[in-house]
């Protein structure tokens, strides 16, 4: 069976981050398409509408969608979310660690936002693939982990370092996950676990107002859909602002910055702003 199968009627899906944002519309799509979906998110209003939401339009029946409190960065929730989704479904083929906290933001910021955002963004990625990876590796059909990164854990701009960290650990996490589940003899054939990083550009999410430039979160879902089913690992979207051209320029600029022995960040430094906007556009 193709990779692409792993989105077919009757296949469980788990998506952290699921009340809001890319989270809501990927459960959106997959219920639509006939999956089972774990919807799992701080519990409140914001989750309980979303799975509502997600219920009713469910094509298998409300039945095939469970919402699950969980707050991420607590290893005892991710448990409860693994027993929780095989109680319900019995099996699970593709997981989406997708939840975030932009807490924080300068390096003026308090300790703790700088450890939660950790806890939040990177541990909590980490704890899920632990606790369901045996499962995603005895299933006998295709399954699938996507972990949610960003350009900001790519190119590093100014502004949220606390963020662009945990994203940029998130990514060479997702890396050697993928590395590692390549190389297992016990992970072999078409029925493998494969892994993905997904990169959205700048997408209206949460409760913002939709902005010329910005995408809706349906046209990352599209992305999600087809770079998994296409095996491909890094899925970069773009937006109606920065052009795929432009991600490539700018992750290669960013990379030079080591080879061509430049400053950091030298994008945003003054002796070399100029070239790299030009370099990059
Ligand atoms: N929106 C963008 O422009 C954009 C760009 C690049 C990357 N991303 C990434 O895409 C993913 C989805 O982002 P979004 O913008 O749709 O998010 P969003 O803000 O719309 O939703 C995030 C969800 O995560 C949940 N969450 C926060 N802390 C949690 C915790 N501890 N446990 C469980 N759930 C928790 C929130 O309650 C919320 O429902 C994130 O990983 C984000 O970093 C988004």
Not at 2 to 21: D, H, N, P
Not at 174 to 185: G, I, Q, V, W, Y
Not at 245 to 272: C, G, Y
């Amino acid at each position: 069976m193709e990779r692409g199968g792993i989105f077919e009627s009757g296949k469980v899906a788990v998506i952290t981050g699921a009340a809001l944002g890319i989270g809501k519309a990927l459960a959106l799509r997959l219920a639509g398409k006939g999956m089972s979906v774990v919807m799992a998110d701080l519990p409140g209003p914001d989750l309980d509408a979303a799975v509502a939401e997600v219920q009713a339009a469910a094509s298998a029946g409300p039945e095939t969608v469970l919402g699950q409190a969980t707050d991420v960065s607590k290893p005892d929730q991710i448990d409860a979310l693994k027993i929780a989704t095989l109680a319900a479904f019995s099996q699970v083929e593709l997981l989406v660690n997708n939840a975030v906290t932009r807490t924080g933001r300068g390096f003026d910021a308090d300790p703790e936002s700088w450890r939660q955002a950790m806890e939040v963004n990177l541990w909590g990625p980490v704890t899920a693939v632990q606790a369901f990876l045996p499962d995603l590796l005895a299933n006998p059909a295709p399954t699938a982990i996507v972990n949610t990164g960003s350009k900001q854990g790519i190119t590093n701009p100014p502004g949220h370092p606390i963020y662009n960290m945990t994203k940029s650990a998130l990514k060479t996490y997702t890396e050697a996950l993928e590395h590692d589940l390549r190389n297992r003899p016990d992970n072999q054939g078409a029925g493998r676990l494969s892994t993905h990083l997904l990169v959205p550009g700048w997408t209206t999410t949460g409760k913002a107002e939709h902005k010329p430039g910005a995408w809706l979160p349906d046209r990352v879902v599209d992305m999600l859909l087809d770079g998994v089913a296409g095996e491909r690992f890094y899925i970069i979207c773009p937006d109606d602002e920065v052009t795929a051209e432009m991600d490539a320029k700018r992750i290669l600029w960013a990379a030079q910055d080591i080879t061509e022995n430049r400053p950091p960040l030298s994008r945003w430094h003054p002796d070399f702003a100029e070239v790299a906007r030009k370099a990059c556009s």
